[in-house]
């Protein structure tokens, strides 16, 4: 049986086929996803999905779990309203590069911040897929977009690095050549409770690779693993034998308070009950 | 049994709030509104609700969204400023058919203009200011005691059309502090469950009306989006029919309901030859500058519109109908003036007391204007 239709019952099926490129990261990452929810032992009923607006961010629409498909860039801000909401839900996060470090990088580094437990799978392709290959604050110095003829003449973000710094519990980088790696990631995000942050390094042959010389997603792929440096390797090599290099690995991984506990502490100090989930449905509070 | 309480405006509408069942609050510092938030902030979690000092207003937006899908009423509360950042998250929940309430305390504006001064000049940004075609509900207070009142009626409406509601208050009732009474057996709106069938569609089709809403975690498995739906959920972005017919039915859901929803209280407009019309602060020096007219036996009456949006036109057309003018009176240069032109202007002259700078028009200035416009 193949990957998929193993994970077939996770599927909304009369939603398919979905809209993403032949040769996109983004189906490798569904089942690399959905591998991990099984190997955490989760109850795929109790996630509920929240995303912006890109193709990564079109992720939870094909999957049958309740989805909040929302603004650009804004994801974090829905789910933080819902994980306060209702904090037994397990509330997961499709982002992309652009949506989550561009429009929506003061929520990303405030959620963080929060270190509020959601689970955030970050699909980094380095590009906007969805509006036809724009250049993200993730594009590689030199890189080639539709806005950028000349050359990309900004310096990337380092997403995971960014995201330890701003205070998350989980971050970690892997790439779509690694997925037992990256599987094994999602699930201690999944497992840790506080903000974990899943960077994937991913080929959008479509606009990345037609726009940088790279036609296939397998041409993309020989390349992310040819420049891919494991952090305790990058740990040792300077910043010029870095440069263009994906340092995949974890990035933080530590025990620390979480947002939505802490706020239903004070709500037990000061009312003697739990948060009220399910509220709106109720006239006697 | 009812009890007495003398508090600010800003706190009314936080009392209100948790009166009317809000355990969730987000939002953003902004003068003249602070206090809702700050309010909130130390009587949430005496309720079981949750606070959250977010990091901008678009945040605060999108924070709400969430709370009430994760089954909890959910508001916030701004001005001018941050009305403007919030925009793009109060179209997405027209477009979701979320219920949220928000509190836009307005002060003098473009830009920061005048933080501690009222005015009333975010009118036609709570009917237009995201982008797209909706029907927005919006009430206007014009007491510490409406403000009280509006917030839970807000929260009911909200929850009743599934739909955004919009409190628009302004800095002079924020700031105010008069006393209210507070009954002992409040209405309030409960969100209905749906039932749990086969053919359950989260954003049918249905007549006149409002499909009940499930949360998430109730195992419905729903797929909300901004994208235009089906009645499923789904995206369908290109087929006219499904744009149209979720555009109206979110339309008209509000719009064939106007009887219910829109409130407008009146005196001495039978035999009026002029009438002023306003909402908000600006009633009380209306109803002032009326009381004065009368006693100086001229044919003067008010009109206060509780509800802004939906526009009252019916109401308004009857109530006026013997007179020959209409002054509106309001704090900006002239916004519900040409909704009230545009429902009038045939057959009544329509005349603006637009006023800017942020104090209140006081009775003695309407006079003046009544005395030009011929109030004999
Ligand atoms: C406020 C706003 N600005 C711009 C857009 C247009 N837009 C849609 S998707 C997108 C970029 C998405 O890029 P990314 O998050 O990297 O997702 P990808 O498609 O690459 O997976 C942009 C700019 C929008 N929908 N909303
Ligand atoms: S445009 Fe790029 S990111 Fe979007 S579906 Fe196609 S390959 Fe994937
Ligand atoms: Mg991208």
Redo the contacts with the bound molecule.
């Keep these: 049986m193949s990957e998929k239709n193993r994970f077939l019952p996770y599927l909304r099926e009369d939603r398919l086929p979905h809209i993403f490129c032949p040769g996109c990261g983004n189906g490798a990452i569904i089942n690399a996803f959905l591998a991990a929810m099984e190997k955490a032992e989760m109850d795929f009923d109790n996630i509920a999905m929240v995303s912006?607006?890109?193709?990564?961010?079109r992720i939870p629409g094909y999957l049958k779990c309740d989805s909040l498909h929302t603004?650009?860039?804004r994801a974090l801000s829905f789910a933080t309203g819902l994980k306060t909401a209702n904090k037994d839900l397990d509330v997961v996060v499709f982002?992309?590069?652009?949506?989550?470090a561009s429009?929506g990088g003061n929520h990303l580094i405030h959620a963080a911040r929060r270190n509020i437990n959601l689970t955030v799978i970050c699909?980094n392709?380095n590009?906007?897929?969805?509006?036809g290959g724009?250049i993200?604050p993730t594009s590689p110095k030199g890189s080639f977009g539709t806005t950028a003829p000349y050359g990309n003449l900004d310096s990337p973000f380092k997403l995971a690095e960014l995201v330890a710094a701003a205070g998350a519990s989980y971050s970690a980088r892997w790439t779509t050549v690694q997925i037992e790696n990256l599987v094994l990631s999602i699930k201690a995000g999944l497992k840790n409770k506080g903000f974990s942050f899943i960077e994937v390094a991913t080929q959008?042959p479509t606009y990345f690779g037609r726009k940088n010389k790279l036609k296939t997603a397998t041409a993309m792929a020989a390349v992310m693993k040819a420049n891919t440096v494991f952090k305790s390797a990058a740990d040792r090599m300077s910043a010029r034998e870095l440069e263009g290099k994906i340092v995949v690995g974890e990035f933080a991984n530590i025990q620390k308070d979480e947002f939505t506990e802490n706020l239903e502490r004070i709500s037990v100090e000061k009312s003697g009950k739990k948060t009220l989930i399910n509220s709106a449905y109720s006239t006697e509070l | 049994m009812a009890e007495e309480f003398f508090i600010q405006g800003n706190e009314a509408c936080a009392k209100g709030a948790i009166a009317a069942g809000c355990r969730f609050f987000a939002g953003y510092p902004i003068t003249p509104s602070t206090e809702v938030a700050e309010t909130l902030a130390r009587e949430l979690p005496k309720v079981g609700g949750s606070f959250v000092q977010m990091e901008d207003e678009i945040a605060s937006a999108g924070a709400i969204i969430g709370g009430s899908w994760g089954g909890t009423k959910s508001m916030t509360a701004t001005s001018g400023p941050g009305i403007s950042l919030m925009q793009?998250n109060i179209g997405y929940a027209f477009m979701t058919e979320t219920p949220i309430v928000i509190v836009d305390v307005q002060r003098g504006s473009p830009s920061t203009a005048q933080p501690t001064m009222a005015s009333q000049s975010d009118m036609m940004q709570a009917r237009w200011g995201s982008h797209g075609d909706y029907e927005p509900i919006a009430l206007s207070p014009s007491s510490v005691q409406e403000f009280f009142d509006f917030t839970i009626k807000a929260f009911n409406l909200a929850e009743e059309y599934r739909c955004p509601v919009l409190v628009m208050a302004d800095e002079v009732i924020g700031h105010m502090r008069e006393k209210i009474v507070v009954d002992d057996n409040i209405e309030v709106v409960a969100r209905k469950k749906p039932e749990k069938t086969d053919d359950y569609l989260p954003f049918e089709n249905i007549e006149n009306g409002t499909t009940p809403m499930p949360a998430f975690g109730d195992g419905f498995n729903i797929h909300v989006t901004g994208l235009t739906h089906d009645e499923r959920g789904y995206p369908d972005t290109n087929t006219p029919e499904t744009h149209h017919n979720l555009i109206k039915r979110i339309c008209d859901k509000v719009l064939n309901n106007k009887d219910k929803i829109c409130s407008v209280k009146s005196e001495g407009c039978d035999d009026a030859d002029i009438i002023i019309v306003s909402y908000g602060a600006p009633v009380r020096s209306a109803v002032e500058a009326a009381n004065r007219a009368r006693a100086n036996n001229q044919k003067v009456g008010y009109v206060k519109i509780d509800t802004p949006w939906p526009f009252p036109d019916e109401q308004l057309k009857e109530i006026t109908k013997n007179a020959s003018d209409v002054l509106v009176v309001e704090m900006n240069l002239g916004q519900m003036y040409y909704e009230v032109d545009r429902v009038l202007g045939k057959d009544t002259n329509v005349h603006l007391m637009g006023m800017i700078g942020g104090l209140l028009p006081t009775p003695d200035e309407i006079l003046d204007e009544i005395n030009k416009i011929g109030g004999n």
């Design positions: 912006g607006i890109g193709c990564s961010s603004t650009h860039g982002t992309g590069d652009g949506d989550a429009i699909i392709n590009i906007y897929g969805m509006t724009q993200s959008c | 793009e």
